[in-house]
């Protein structure tokens, strides 16, 4: 398998055909998982995107028409960054990108071929914007801004704001007026469900706001218009206004940065609502904000008086998720200027894309039944980017072409059909628990269901998500029944542990609970305070575990990672050992398998297959 896997057992498992399972263990790890959000081109033509790979993470570039695909980065495990991806220059032209070893350093590279075209080094990238084909601005972790330039053939790196004489004070903001004259900068009035005017979006601007000035206003001087205490909230979510202007959010305020400028001003600030993620459209010279208050979330147009001498307000229009859903959190995209957005939904029984052209539109609803990655939502002027599956199955990279109405796949989560695994059908079950409360769980049967036969059940804390490790379940000949999520309420499992063993194809004698970390911990939990449930578990990264001579288990799969950052703050691998061998006195054979590979959270493909191989061969045991 490329890596030595050590396996450490009490009590030998009888596999019926390992060669089968080998071969179904490799298809199903070998299909794409997708990692971070995607970066498309303005244009929709081009695409930047990261999938796993046998030893940690690889970045493309993609031409979406052809299909073909060009390698921009490999890295391990220990080398994963937040956000590698940094946009595309206003004309397509570039895009750049970080790559974290050896040494980070930030890759500017053609848009049209994907060459590399200069490196710079850098350091903690968290996200970054194109101002220009030749300017770039970027943010570490550190709440620095860099800004990037070209001059002539070279491309140079400096601090975007320069440090003052030291005869200046620290906290000085000043405002920068587009029309040169000392005009104060003024707070914007909170929209709120309540005091908001409906108009539609993108329309001139209906209603003159007046404007609050800010309690700690200094009066302008000629030369600084505004003195404030500089900002301590994060600096996140980088605009480009202009090629020589950035905007950025802090906390509830928007704060904007002309180049060559004295220091930042701030445009706008909400008291009440949270300001969760603008946008500006060039075109409108207009500000999309997209806030959140008690009643809800909701989106409206900011019309800065840097621009208009008068600030305006105008367009509120609050977002109504499906029935039933709720917007995950953070999710949302503006598309087409700021005139529409999307976002992922999530409810008890479906995972979804929501897509809103514009304010006169009928929402678009995608669902996706084998779920969708969270993290996965990226749009551009046109287009929607989603990694989820409509079907059963491996998730793909998807595109919504919003004018044409059309949803294609970009890049397949597999590049050839199964020859050996399978893929079971879900279906939405719905049960009740102790308390009287709806409980919705996901029920997969054997890959190779028979009426009339009696299968083992494995009950997990996966959702609808398809993953290789949860997918090899059905195709390891047992029922798979997935919570949504690891729940707050204990109640929930014992109730569909109840519910699903009235399944005439499950037998209530060979049931197993399995989740990986927090999951892990929480079948543990199962395991010994419901000890007459269950006939085994299967731990796949755990860090606490029960007191065997509590258990009744038959047996347990331990899966880890010798480089778990959590297990090693635990005990390290002397806490599995110890827990193996006081199980093996409690007359319950456990079988250890301790990856090299892999740390806490497996990205490498051959730690994914030895994994998967291992569940398959415990559950084919039986």
């Not at 294609?408 to 719905?430: C, D, L």
């Not at 000949?477 to 009235?502: H, T």
């Not at 398998?593 to 740390?599: H, L, V």
């Amino acid at each position: 398998m490329g890596s030595l896997l050590l396996v450490v057992a009490w009590h030998l498992i009888a596999v019926r055909d390992k060669p089968r399972l080998e071969k179904i263990a490799a298809e199903l790890v070998a299909t794409r998982e997708f990692f971070y959000a995607p970066s498309p081109n303005h244009a929709g033509t081009k695409l930047l995107y990261a999938e796993t790979t046998e030893n940690g993470v690889s970045g493309y570039f993609v031409d979406v028409d052809s299909g073909d695909r060009k390698s921009l980065f490999d890295a391990d495990q220990t080398h994963l960054l937040a956000k590698p991806f940094l946009g595309w220059s206003p004309d397509d032209a570039l895009f750049a990108f970080v790559n974290s070893a050896p040494g980070e350093k930030i890759s500017i590279c053609d848009g049209k071929s994907g060459a590399a075209l200069a490196t710079l080094p850098s350091k903690s990238v968290a996200e970054g914007v194109w101002l220009s084909d030749e300017a770039f601005v970027y943010r570490n972790n550190s709440q620095d801004l860099t800004l990037i330039r070209k001059s002539g053939d070279k491309w140079s790196a400096s601090a975007l704001i320069a440090k003052k004489p030291a005869n200046q004070p620290t906290n000085a903001i000043a405002a920068s007026p587009a029309n040169g004259r000392g005009t104060t900068v003024r707070r914007a009035p909170v929209v709120t469900a309540t005091n908001a005017i409906a108009t539609n979006r993108g329309r001139t601007a209906t209603q003159r706001t007046p404007a609050v000035p800010a309690t700690n206003t200094i009066a302008a001087n000629g030369t600084r218009t505004a003195v404030r205490r500089a900002p301590t909230a994060p600096v996140q979510n980088l605009v480009a206004i202009s090629k020589t202007s950035v905007a950025w959010q802090q906390g509830n305020a928007l704060w904007k940065y002309d180049l060559g400028s004295d220091a930042p001003a701030k445009i706008w600030e909400s008291t009440t609502n949270t300001l969760l993620n603008f946008c500006f459209s060039g075109e409108r010279n207009a500000f999309t904000l997209h806030c959140a208050s008690a009643a809800g979330e909701f989106v409206f147009d900011l019309y800065p008086a840097f621009i208009w001498r008068d600030e305006r307000i105008t367009s509120f229009e609050p977002i109504q998720p499906p029935e039933g859903a709720i917007i995950h959190s953070n999710t949302l995209k503006f598309i087409r200027g700021g005139l529409g957005y999307a976002y992922l939904a999530r409810s008890p029984t479906f995972d979804a894309t929501v897509i809103k052209p514009d304010s006169n539109s009928v929402p678009i609803q995608l669902t996706w039944s084998a779920g969708v990655d969270m993290d996965s939502l990226a749009a551009n002027d046109n287009h929607v980017y989603a990694t989820g599956s409509p079907t059963n199955g491996p998730l793909n990279i998807w595109d919504y072409d919003v004018k044409a109405g059309s949803l294609s796949t970009v890049v397949s989560g597999r590049e050839q059909p199964f020859k050996y695994a399978g893929i079971a059908t879900s279906a939405n079950e719905e049960t009740t628990n102790a308390d009287g409360e709806t409980v919705v769980y996901h029920l997969w049967p054997p890959v190779n269901f028979v009426a009339g036969r009696k299968y083992p059940l494995v009950i997990s804390f996966n959702g609808v998500r398809w993953r290789p490790q949860e997918g090899c379940v059905p195709d390891a000949g047992c029922f798979l029944a997935s919570l949504n999520d690891i729940p707050s309420n204990y109640g929930d499992v014992v109730a569909v542990y109840q519910a699903a063993i009235q399944h005439p194809g499950i037998d209530a004698h060979r049931v197993y609970i399995m989740g990986a970390s927090g999951g892990a911990n929480l079948s543990g939990y199962f395991l010994q305070e419901r000890p007459e449930l269950w006939r085994g578990a299967v731990l796949l990264s755990p860090v606490g575990f029960p007191d065997p001579s509590q258990l009744k288990a038959a047996r347990i799969l331990i899966d880890s990672g010798s480089g778990d950052q959590y297990l090693k703050q635990a005990g390290g691998i002397p806490l599995l050992t110890k827990f193996q061998d006081s199980a093996a006195a409690a007359g319950i054979p456990v079988t250890l398998s301790i990856n090299p590979r892999a740390s806490h959270v497996y990205r490498s493909k051959i730690a994914q297959e030895e994994r998967v191989q291992q569940i398959m061969e415990f559950l084919s045991g039986e």
